[in-house]
């Protein structure tokens, strides 16, 4: 699953670069006997290039899995509910964006849950391979290069 999802960054960062943009995501895995095994992803970029690159996850999945792309494996939206929530809402949009985050990553350890101040925890069941990934430009090296300054 992890080979899948960092192929599946890969095509998005690079569609993403054709059109002249950079993005930042988070991706975590979570498995278990209803759902199997699964992502959650957040992912930013602009609001002009969501119908273009939306346009193109059902052909990245037939190409990853090798397989034809089934109803409902995919569900993209907008953080709120709509596009450029952000400008002209921001504390709606940030109050949205805090709730998806948590529920991303609502398997975190406890001590985690209590350094950020997570409300929701939920057992992420058995993951094969790595639980959860950012891009670099959001990483550890990243952030700590960032405080540094």
């Not at 975590?28 to 095994?37: F, R």
């Not at 792309?69 to 921001?90: A, W």
């Not at 948590?102 to 950020?116: L, Q, R």
Request: proline share 5%; glycine share 12%; net charge positive.
């Amino acid at each position: 699953m992890a080979k899948a999802t960092g192929r599946f960054t890969d095509l998005l960062t690079k569609a993403l670069a054709r059109h002249g943009s950079g993005t930042a995501w988070l991706w975590t895995h979570e498995g278990g006997p209803k759902k199997g095994g699964h992502c959650y992803m957040l992912v930013h970029m602009p609001a002009h290039l969501v119908p273009v690159i939306s346009g193109s996850h059902k052909e990245w999945l037939r190409r990853i899995t090798g397989q034809p792309y089934r109803t409902r494996v995919i569900h993209s939206k907008p953080i709120g509910g709509r596009l450029g929530l952000e400008v002209g809402n921001p504390d709606l949009h940030a109050v949205n964006l805090e709730a998806a985050l948590g529920y991303v990553i609502k398997g975190a350890t406890i001590e985690a849950a209590a350094k950020f101040n997570l409300e929701r925890l939920e057992p992420g069941g058995r993951v094969i391979g790595k639980r959860c990934a950012t891009s670099q430009n959001i990483g550890a090296k990243a952030r700590s290069e960032r405080d540094a300054k």
